[in-house]
């Protein structure tokens, strides 16, 4: 398991922005499948975008893609979420989480894959 801590949620308007931050710390292996999942109040945690700190291309949910963007920083211990042209229906809280083992199609959005999260944090679009 790896120590993960977000940052960066808020509260927004339609249509606005914000960019999470995943910051990992207490392993020695940077290679981690290591992205952002979001639960809203009454519905299953679900993932939102992942990838690979070795490489690879990202997985984003559709309902996402085309706004959001994940990316790292060339050291592999932090992950970013840039969200665009936010919707109501974004409104969750955002929890960072990571495995060892790698992205994948079929299970990298796979909840129960997971070890290690953080402790979340909240994002809030207004209509």
């Known amino acids: 398991q790896v120590d993960l801590v977000e940052s960066g949620g808020g509260s927004v308007m339609e249509g606005g922005s914000l960019r999470l931050s995943c910051v990992a710390s207490?392993?020695?292996?940077?290679?981690?499948?290591m992205g952002w999942f979001r639960q809203a109040p009454g519905k299953e945690r679900e993932g939102v975008a992942l990838?690979?700190?070795?490489?690879?291309?990202?997985y984003y949910a559709d309902s996402v893609k085309g706004r959001f963007t994940i990316s790292q920083d060339d050291t592999w211990n932090s992950v970013w979420l840039q969200m665009n042209y936010l919707k109501p229906e974004d409104a969750a809280t955002y929890y960072c989480?990571?495995?060892?083992?790698?992205?994948?199609?079929?299970?990298?959005?796979?909840?129960?894959?997971?070890?290690?999260w953080g402790q979340g944090t909240q994002v809030a679009v207004s209509s």
């Open positions: 989480a990571a495995r060892r083992k790698n992205c994948d199609s079929a299970s990298w959005s796979i909840v129960s894959d997971f070890d290690s």
């Open positions: 207490g392993y020695s292996d940077k290679r981690y499948c």
């Open positions: 990838l690979y700190t070795g490489g690879g291309t990202p």
